[in-house]
């Protein structure tokens, strides 16, 4: 504050402080977008960005495509408009180009939700090829696109692709990025990049929801990503989710038992455990917490009812040795369970709350 003018810590405008958007509009050039600072909408973290989006473009009735599985919150952000969700399976490369296409035809829906990078929760990140298609789609189909990334700077063995907005030329796609993996959550700082009409929009949602955001953390902040430090510390968080990551994927596969498989994930902090058929995501979450053991409930992600039964295992808040010691129990669970199967034992229904 002995740096500033301390005019900057009244009201603030809609879009956010110039000099934070600012940096954001040249630092957007490294996932292929050339953005403006009144491209930038600074938002109180990315889950205002995304109610923002759903807010403005999404009413009852509306069809939405969404990955299946996805971000939680943002299922249930989709569903409190009203939106009748559409889900679209995801390969190793992303989602389903083809199915996309299919149900656009069909279903005309309003918007599209897509996680592009270091997908939560499995890992995945959607081959540039797909990038392309999806953004043709979406400027052939007049179709929104919510394209919501927090990871492209967790990218482990190659830089990540270009964004889905990179290939946006009809401003059909806005782009949600958040400050809470690079810096840290509790500064509820994110961003909407958009153009044209639809930052016009977003713009006047923001002001009707919570005016601005502070202008004080938006300072800060900004006074940290333009420092050297910022680069630094980004590159020593890199290798250090990079260390996790690996020695997660060399513990599942010295200690999973067979027909267990899992996702590669090469950007954020998550990965998919696929489970055998006869084994119900909810069975392997219970089994575990005997063993001492917690995940994500795979179907919690889930628009719609599994199959297929999966967890999600996140790898970034947990040391190598903890991590290891937690898959090495879950997969005692796990084998407990398939051994019931094998045995032909039936499983008592349950009701679990995680």
Request: neutral net charge.
């Amino acid at each position: 504050m002995a740096l500033e003018d301390p005019r900057f810590l009244q009201y603030g405008t809609p879009q956010g402080d110039f000099h934070l958007r600012s940096w954001i509009a040249e630092r957007s050039a490294s996932m292929g977008i050339t953005a403006r600072p009144e491209d930038i909408l600074v938002t109180s973290g990315s889950q205002q960005a995304i109610d923002l989006i759903a807010r403005t473009f999404v009413g009852p009735g509306d069809y939405v495509l969404v990955e299946s599985p996805t971000f939680i919150t943002a299922l249930d952000i989709l569903e409190g408009r009203g939106a009748k969700l559409l889900s679209v399976p995801l390969e190793a490369e992303g989602p389903r180009v083809d199915q996309i296409a299919s149900l656009i035809e069909r279903y005309r829906p309003r918007l599209m939700y897509t996680i592009p990078t270091g997908h939560n929760p499995t890992g995945i990140t959607m081959a540039e090829e797909r990038r392309r298609q999806l953004a043709s789609l979406a400027r052939r189909h007049n179709l929104l696109i919510l394209e919501d990334d927090s990871c492209s700077e967790f990218a482990y063995d190659a830089d990540a692709p270009p964004a889905v907005k990179a290939f946006d030329a009809g401003g059909h796609v806005a782009l949600v990025v958040s400050f809470s993996k690079t810096v840290i959550p509790g500064l509820r700082v994110g961003c909407v990049i958009a153009h044209g009409p639809l930052m016009a929009r977003l713009a006047e949602s923001k002001s009707l929801g919570d005016r601005f955001t502070s202008p004080l953390i938006q300072r800060t902040l900004w006074r940290y990503l333009s420092a050297p430090q910022y680069m630094r510390d980004l590159t020593g968080a890199r290798e250090t989710y990079r260390r996790r990551r690996d020695a997660l994927l060399r513990t599942l596969k010295e200690v999973m038992p067979a027909g267990v498989k899992w996702t590669h994930p090469a950007a954020g902090f998550n990965l998919w455990l696929h489970l055998p058929d006869g084994i119900r995501a909810a069975e392997a979450f219970e089994e575990g917490l005997k063993e001492g053991v917690a995940c994500a409930l795979g179907d919690l992600f889930l628009p719609h009812e599994p199959p297929p039964a999966g967890l999600r295992i996140s790898f970034a808040d947990n040391p190598e040795e903890v991590a290891a010691e937690g898959v090495r129990r879950l997969a005692r669970a796990i084998a407990r369970l398939l051994s019931r199967v094998d045995r032909g034992e039936q499983e008592a229904e349950f009701v679990t709350t995680v």
